[in-house]
């Protein structure tokens, strides 16, 4: 059996009572936390870390995400989003090869250990290559294929038979680390026949789904106009709701369909930079959210196109932030809540139900935080500097399963180097090559 000691850190267990340990130890016995707490100065380990001036707390669970999507950082800026999807993103997207996928993830990944992520629900093409990635990564992750169910001349990959393989390949790999899902793109893209394939195989294969939801008014105007009914009534009554669901967005909300989701096992997965970056209008707040019963809340930091960084402490922040501003509210989302968004939430949404929480016999996936920095003092309040001042470059060793990722800002499973290389090099390729516009968003 293996055992780290983390000694003389900061604990922010996380945990249902908010409870942070100052100065104390934390045992690692292979892939679980076997105690936390003062531990005898003679505690025998294969590893011991002296953590005085750091804070270990869960990583973190990005809850929405395309990872791949790091090819298009900075390549569609300044846009309205129907011009974002249609004139840039789906365009160079027509040009993506398998391996662009392998490395764009790979770049991701990088990017998301570097800042204290262990785990990513993505939805995306070419799953293998990204199902790759997680396992020379060793992170986590809840995958799926992105399905449209409009025709094979129209999307990468054909549809839910697709989608299926990939599930059946991939479901518990990597010693469990790998989670698959289904993933129909959204309500107004995919046709609710396909809709109703994809209900039946959640149903016959037991996978929970991942999709967009009510990202605008006008999609609801229109859902409402073309069936009778708000995206979120036209999904339930197709049975999606009645799998566990993350749900993207959901920005537009009546009460009804607020009522609605508060009683099925969906999560709400929010990604506030692509916000405000695509000028999007939040017309459900978290408050009103959390008014409405609806307690499952994760965050993500959605494609790099739309957020440019997948680091989880910029978007904590701007979640904090955001809805303070716009709710003209300072005591919205206090304290650790958006911590814990990030965290217990999200791995709750990909089902990895042992993680997200410091605790005896919970699973070894968090981070250490360097609290020896100018923005990070005085530290009248840990959880308010965690929440308002850290960034991922504090983050300095990450643990998932038990295994380091990251000790010291080196990462021990990837090759960064020449990640970046292929990445910069390949991203590059895609744009230069015969794009072609495949399909066309019409909200
Ligand atoms: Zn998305």
Redesign the pocket.
């Known amino acids: 059996m293996k055992r780290i000691l983390i000694k003389g850190a900061d604990v922010v267990t996380l945990d249902e009572a908010g409870t942070v340990l100052r100065n104390t130890d934390l045992l690692i016995e292979d892939k679980r936390i076997a105690q936390i707490g003062q531990l005898p100065p003679d505690t025998q380990a294969d590893e011991i870390i002296d953590a005085a001036g750091k804070v270990v707390l869960p990583g973190f669970f990005n809850a929405?995400c395309?990872a791949p999507m790091t090819f298009e950082r900075g390549w569609a800026e300044d846009l309205p989003f129907p011009r974002w999807l249609n004139e840039k993103i789906w365009v160079a997207e027509s040009a993506l090869m398998p391996d662009d996928v392998y490395w764009g993830a790979a770049l991701a990944a990088c990017e998301m250990i570097r800042s204290g992520t262990v785990a990513f629900n993505d939805?995306y093409f070419y799953m293998d290559r990204v199902a790759q990635v997680v396992l020379e990564s060793g992170m986590k992750a809840l995958l799926t294929w992105c399905t449209f169910g409009i025709g094979d001349d129209k999307e990468i990959g054909p549809g839910a038979a697709t989608q299926l393989a990939f599930s059946r390949d991939w479901q518990g790999a990597g010693d469990g680390r790998i989670h698959t899902c289904l993933g129909p793109h959204s309500p107004y893209i995919c046709p609710p026949e396909f809709l109703r394939q994809v209900v039946e195989l959640a149903e016959q294969y037991q996978l929970p789904i991942h999709l967009?939801v009510a990202e605008s008014q006008e999609q609801v105007v229109n859902a409402q106009a073309r069936y009778g009914q708000t995206p979120v009534e036209q999904l339930a009554a197709l049975g999606v709701f009645d799998h566990p669901t993350v749900a993207?967005h959901c920005l537009a909300l009546t009460p009804d369909d607020r009522a609605l989701l508060a009683e099925k096992p969906v999560t709400i997965a929010r990604?506030p930079i692509t916000y405000m970056k695509l000028a999007m209008p939040i017309h459900v707040s978290l408050t009103d959210l959390q008014a409405a019963g609806i307690t499952r809340v994760a965050l993500g930091s959605?494609?790099p196109a739309s957020n440019a960084v997948m680091d989880m402490w910029d978007i904590v922040r701007q979640t904090v932030w955001l809805e303070k501003y716009q709710t003209q509210n300072p005591e919205a989302v206090p304290g650790d809540t958006a911590l814990r968004m990030a965290t217990r939430n999200g791995a709750l949404a990909m089902g990895f139900a042992e993680s997200g929480v410091l605790a005896a016999g919970m699973t070894a996936d968090l981070m250490l935080v360097d609290m020896d920095r100018p923005h990070l003092r005085p530290r009248h309040d840990l959880i308010a500097n965690l929440v308002h001042a850290a960034r991922g470059a504090d983050v300095t060793h990450v643990l998932v399963d038990g295994q380091w990722l990251m000790r010291d800002r080196q990462l021990l499973t990837l090759d960064e180097e020449r990640i970046l290389y292929e990445a910069e090099h390949r991203a590059l390729r895609m744009v230069r090559q015969n794009m072609n516009q495949v399909r066309e968003y019409r909200g």
Request: net charge negative; proline share 0%; no cysteine.
């Open positions: 929405h395309h939805h967009h993207a990604t959605d494609g």
